[in-house]
């Protein structure tokens, strides 16, 4: 069975500090994986998706970047944070399917506050 | 964009009662997905929809492509249903991106 697992359960950090959130996938390989925002009472966002290693493409900006150095891998972060950075991130992976998508599933996510 | 308009934005049920929830979209979508976000932020998937009828328990959910809408009903209502649901999906145009509505925050009330 696949699991995913997201790094930090949650963060406080000031404004200004570097931020990485991390997100593992087990069991499953060569997948699409996913990054999402929430804010507090909020709708879902799309980030970043990723089909391959090496391979992010960015859905929106919010001066944050993603990497994806090994397969089963997907990272988060920034340099410097903003306030407007607070929220929930998920991580998310679907199979991957040529010419479209699949069920979409999430991990537990992680819980930013910047102060 | 692509925009998925959700409603209603919030829902009181008593226990045993029932209802559904909806999505309306702007554009042509592949295919649809229902979750359950829980008092601790995990998205539970209830149903992954190409088209048509999925039932699972006491939910069942309809995707109509062609009419551009998808729904969740809720029947006999318990305790547990309680949270927020969120259909999203993902347009024929956009591959990989799946568009979220803006959710349904459910009450369940004994």
């Known amino acids: 069975a696949q699991t995913i697992h997201q790094w930090p359960v949650a963060e406080i950090k000031a404004v200004g500090s570097p931020l990485s959130l991390g997100c593992t996938i087990k069991g499953k390989s060569s997948p699409n994986l996913y990054w999402y925002w929430q804010a507090t009472g909020g709708t879902l966002q799309q980030l970043f998706y990723?089909?391959?290693?090496?391979?992010v493409e960015s859905v929106v900006q919010l001066n944050l970047s993603a990497s994806r150095p090994k397969d089963d891998q997907f990272i988060l972060s920034t340099e410097k944070l903003l306030l407007s950075h607070s929220g929930f991130y998920l991580c998310?992976?679907?199979?991957?399917?040529?010419?479209?998508?699949?069920?979409?599933?999430f991990g537990k996510g992680t819980r930013l506050t910047v102060v | 964009g692509d925009q998925v308009e959700q409603s209603p934005s919030a829902l009181s049920l008593h226990e045993g009662t029932g209802s559904a929830l909806r999505c309306n979209f702007t554009t042509t979508m592949r295919a649809v997905q229902w979750f359950q976000q829980n008092s601790r932020g995990s998205l539970i998937n209830l149903f992954y929809l190409a088209s048509g009828t999925k039932e699972n328990g006491r939910l069942k959910s309809t995707f109509n492509s062609k009419e551009s809408y998808s729904t969740l009903h809720i029947r006999d209502a318990q305790l547990e249903d309680s949270g927020t649901y969120f259909c999203?999906?993902?347009?024929?145009?956009?591959?990989?991106?799946?568009?979220f509505g803006q959710g349904t925050s459910l009450s369940v009330v004994p």
């Open positions: 998310a992976w679907s199979p991957y399917r040529q010419g479209g998508n699949t069920e979409v599933f």
């Open positions: 990723s089909i391959t290693v090496g391979q």
């Open positions: 999203a999906a993902e347009a024929s145009s956009s591959f990989s991106k799946l568009v």
